[in-house]
């Protein structure tokens, strides 16, 4: 067969996490990610409406971009986010513009935002060590855990067991609790999922250590910072998380 004459430009991406997270002979552990412009080919994705009811295109379309060889699944779920702001940039612009509502005038204006200004997180990258696995002392229970920072495949899991739930008896699962289930890998040097959903279930883990733990969750788990500041025409300053809806991706389709 012979070679395509076409060629679409790549660029690489630095990933949030420096690729700390992975295992050294994981892909992702170089820390950045080959991706190609965005084609029409990407944006049929985006605009199917299958996909779309079911939640699927903007992962589906993210796959399409990726020419590196790694295991999507295994990405945290922060090295995701930062490839979808490339993947925004690399397509459209760096330029990002949407509604927000005054909330002194109850006006919709248009904000336009560059974002290329967009940071990655601050995290102590001393912590990493190759690996997704770290440890706390909860402060006030003193019972030892160790966590994972979340992965595109770990938020699937929690999706669907939340679904599975509502399903099967009708009511709905927290969510907060459901993370934190899939999210701790032992208590007590005790690796058993049964022994880490008791700990939950049974009422053991208390608020306090919960808030803690959450806390500290987020201060080791690489992202992109979507907090974003613009000046409204009366002069009211906003300080937001950036908006990401349809037009994120397919600006100016009506979608």
Known sequence: MSESKFTVPT????????????????????????????????????????????????????????????????MSLGDRNGL??????????????????NPNTSEEEQVTIDLQDLKYKE???????????????????????????LTVGDDKKIDEEIKGVKK??????????????????SVNGDLSIKTIRDFIDGGYLLSRDSIELRKYISQVTPDIDTAVQF??????????????????????SGL
């Not at 102590?124 to 966590?147: A, C, G, I, Q, Y």
Request: no cysteine; net charge neutral; aromatic share 10%.
């Open 84 to 101: 979808l702001i490339a993947a925004r940039i690399l397509a459209y612009g760096k330029d990002y513009t949407f509604k927000y509502r």
């Open 11 to 74: 660029e690489m991406i630095d990933l949030p996490s420096k690729g700390l997270l992975y295992a050294k002979e994981n892909p992702l552990s170089s820390g950045e990610v080959e991706m190609k412009y965005m084609t029409a080919k990407e944006e049929d994705i985006l605009t199917n409406i299958n996909l779309l009811r079911q939640g699927l295109a903007i992962e589906k379309m993210l796959k399409s971009l990726i020419k590196s060889p790694i295991e999507y699944e295994s």
């Open 123 to 149: 995290v102590d990258f001393t912590k990493f060590e190759n690996k997704n696995e770290f440890s706390f002392v909860l402060p006030h229970s003193k019972t030892e855990v160790t966590f994972k920072v």
């Open 231 to 252: 000046t409204l025409k009366d002069g009211t300053e906003i300080k937001t998380d950036m908006p990401m809806g349809a037009e994120f991706f397919f600006p100016g």
């Open 168 to 185: 099967s008896l009708g009511q709905d699962q927290g969510l907060l609790s459901t993370r934190l289930k899939h999210q701790i890998t």
